[in-house]
């Protein structure tokens, strides 16, 4: 049976189950069997079921369906914006295990996570609250055995990247549009702040890009991604007036999602939204934060986005990073540990709200069966298989993954993948601080204020954005950032007739102890940054709305 001492006594988990471990406090011996069995199945036959190029293939591309030349229809098997993202991308999370265990010595593997609530509560002399950068087996192009007869002896790192062993083309563009998301084979994935447009468009400005980087040496190129998800994980934001200042970053809304009051909230950024929208009348309601927001984040923050921050951020604009994309993000490895850390904190959450057996999609108020997030057209449209327009429940098939019943192969359902111990493994329990730094009660304040910001429309836009909302000033005209809403998006949303009516992106920020008369301090803006001008525009369709006026919330978080 597995131990692990993770800051509190020693912990066994339950009888017949492994745990995923945390990827940095692995044996020299986890960290070979981990590399063989990734270096094993990326050099399987890209038609093996078990290849790594098939699996990372159900996540966007190689597309299938109505979606394989018809943008109006998403291509992936995946599930975002709705009820079915964490229980689809557990299942996801299970297929890849299988393939893993099939390499030699590793028939007992489990995936690690990357922790990214990580905090160094002995180091007072940084910046950083939360210390969840990517592991350093994520940064390095090769690897050295540290155990066994090869001990010493290196490989090229099946954690750095990945090589495509077969072109995967996109078919939902004209070849001469400068979006064009084919990429060949060979072509090996990249994070911030590297650039993966491959397309013939942009092929040259690309190689222009990626040269003065490479320039740099990967000791550099290392260094600016872990400082941008450092970032990421830290941001500031506004001040109160009492000079406290509050983080507004991954850190924050993952210790936030725990609070989600219910699984169908929790679970997607359309459901949360939605949510929020219904309780901005109330006073001093604070935001609820789905799973999916801070998943999105980091996903930007790998895959090319800087985080916004006061100062001019924008010394990258032309990165492009696999992670980035719907589309490409599940060939990056760091993907996999990216979504087993989203699937533990998916655990911690039915944990502490005692859904560990059964997920309910329970509704309060005027939240009906129709709500935001609970129909296939809902964010992303329908995937392949799925009609439009139907209501996704906790028996809507997460194909393609299935179980044998009768001795047929029928499509699992979130109901197959609620209880982990079922599933065989587990995760150590995670000291999280519910409501994160900035909760009302450590600071002895009641006064909190929730900014609506809404109508960015996601057809307008190619690819993955993030929406900004500022305070500025009315005297000094001095802007200070207010929240961070990240939108992983696909590249050809534009087309998609299957969820046109779900095509607009927005979010919402609370912060405590903003009274009303420093509210009427500042105007409120919003900016949002695209591939295009990542360092954000003022987009004169965004509604901002700031603050209540209904009576004080009553709701139980």
């Known amino acids: 049976m597995d131990s692990i001492k993770i800051g509190i006594p020693t912990f ?15 044996s020299d011996q986890e ?73 030699p010595g590793c028939a007992d593997f489990r995936i690690p996570f990357w922790n990214q609530l990580k905090k160094d509560t002995n180091d007072t002399n940084t910046k950083w609250l939360y210390k969840g950068e990517p592991p350093k087996v994520f940064l390095a ?43 060949k084979m060979n072509y090996e994935t990249v994070r911030y702040p590297f650039s993966g447009l491959v397309g013939d468009a942009a092929k040259a400005k690309t190689e222009i890009h990626n040269a003065e980087l490479y320039e740099l040496g990967d000791e550099a190129t290392n260094e600016i991604l872990v400082e941008n998800v450092l970032n990421w994980l830290n941001l500031d934001k506004i001040n109160n007036y009492e000079a406290n200042q509050f983080n507004a970053g991954v850190g ?38 789905s799973l999916e927001q801070p998943h999105n984040k980091i996903h930007l923050a790998v895959g090319g986005f800087e985080a916004p921050t006061q100062s001019n951020y924008n010394k990258y604009p032309g990165a ?35 859904a560990t057996e059964q997920l309910d999609i329970k509704y ?58 079922k599933l065989g493994y587990f995760y150590a329990p995670i000291q999280i601080r519910h409501g994160s730094a900035w909760a009302p009660e450590k600071f002895g304040v009641k006064n909190i204020q929730t900014l609506s910001v809404s109508g960015a429309n996601r057809g307008k836009i190619n690819g993955s954005f993030v929406i900004s909302t500022w305070a500025e000033d009315k005297i000094t005209k001095k802007q200070v ?61 965004l509604k901002i709305i700031v603050g209540a006026d209904g009576p004080e919330d009553k709701t139980s978080l």
Request: aromatic residues 10%.
């Open 481 to 541: 950032l207010a929240g961070v809403e990240a939108v992983l998006s696909r590249w050809n949303v534009s087309g998609c007739s299957n969820c046109q009516n779900h095509l607009e992106a927005g979010g919402h920020v609370s912060i405590p102890g903003l009274d009303k008369k420093t509210l009427d301090k500042y105007d409120f803006i919003a900016k949002v940054h695209t591939r295009d001008v990542p360092e954000g525009m003022v987009d004169d369709e």
């Open 364 to 421: 309060a108020q005027n939240v009906g069966p129709d709500y935001p997030g609970t129909n296939s057209v809902d964010s992303q449209g329908p995937t392949p298989g799925t009609p439009a327009n139907v209501r996704l429940t906790l028996d809507s098939p997460l194909d393609p993954f299935t179980k044998e019943v009768n001795g047929e192969q029928v499509p699992k359902t979130s109901r197959d993948v609620t209880d982990i111990t």
């Open 252 to 289: 924050h809304d993952l210790e936030t999602c725990i609070d989600a009051p219910n699984y169908t909230v929790f679970s997607n950024t359309t459901s949360a939204k939605a949510w929020n929208d219904d309780h901005m009348d109330i006073q001093n309601f604070k935001a609820v934060v």
């Open 31 to 103: 960290l070979d069997t981990l590399i063989t069995a990734f270096d094993y199945i990326q050099k399987l036959p890209t038609n093996n079921p078990d290849s790594f190029f098939q699996i990372a293939g159900y996540h966007g591309m190689p597309f299938r369906g109505a979606g394989w030349g018809n943008s109006t229809w998403w291509g992936g098997y995946c599930n975002h914006g709705n009820i079915l993202f964490p229980t689809w991308h557990r299942a996801y999370l299970l297929r890849l295990e299988e393939a893993l265990r099939t390499a």
């Open 141 to 183: 192009r090769k690897w050295t055995w540290l155990t066994g007869p090869d001990k010493g002896k290196q490989i090229d790192n099946p954690l750095f990247s990945y090589k495509l062993g077969k072109s995967i083309v996109d078919n939902t563009t004209r070849s001469n549009d400068p979006l064009n998301y084919t990429k």
């Open 12 to 26: 066994d988990p339950p009888p017949g189950t492994q745990l995923r471990k945390d990827i940095e406090l692995l």
């Open 320 to 354: 492009n990073g696999d992670m980035g994309e719907n589309d490409t993000a599940s060939f990056d490895p760091i993907f996999f540990f990216h979504h087993c850390w989203i699937d533990n904190m998916f655990w911690q959450w039915q944990t502490d709200k005692h």
